[in-house]
């Protein structure tokens, strides 16, 4: 099993920044991708970044020079950067871990951010 908890999120003004953490413990995982997704109020959840266990990172075109994802290894932690807040960048922000070897996923329980001045 795999535990990740989100934190970071809150309240901040237009063209502001935040950095959300995913803190992941548990079983030992080798090969994996780790992603932010993000859900607003009536909308679908949707990818904004990933890094894999070698580094390797994605970014949806919405964020893309905005955001960054990054991690910690001695932390176990991924963070996701977000600068020049925009209003539309409100909702809940969850983390998700991929364990490439079975495909198995693992969720956060999420973290509030909302734009707004």
């Known amino acids: 099993q795999v535990q990740l908890v989100e934190s970071g999120g809150g309240l901040v003004q237009p063209g502001g920044s935040l950095r959300l953490s995913c803190a992941a413990s548990g079983r030992i995982v080798l090969r994996y991708v780790m992603g932010w997704y993000r859900q607003a109020p009536g909308k679908q959840r949707e990818l904004l970044a990933a890094i894999t266990s070698s580094g390797n990172t994605n970014y949806t075109e919405a964020v893309k020079g905005r955001f960054t994802i990054s991690k910690d290894n001695a932390k176990n932690t991924v963070y996701l950067q977000m600068n020049s807040l925009k209003p539309e960048d409100t909702a809940d922000y969850y983390c998700?871990?991929?364990?490439?070897?079975?495909?198995?996923?693992?969720w956060g329980q999420g973290t509030q951010v909302t734009v707004s001045s």
């Open positions: 998700n871990l991929e364990i490439i070897s079975t495909g198995y996923n693992y």
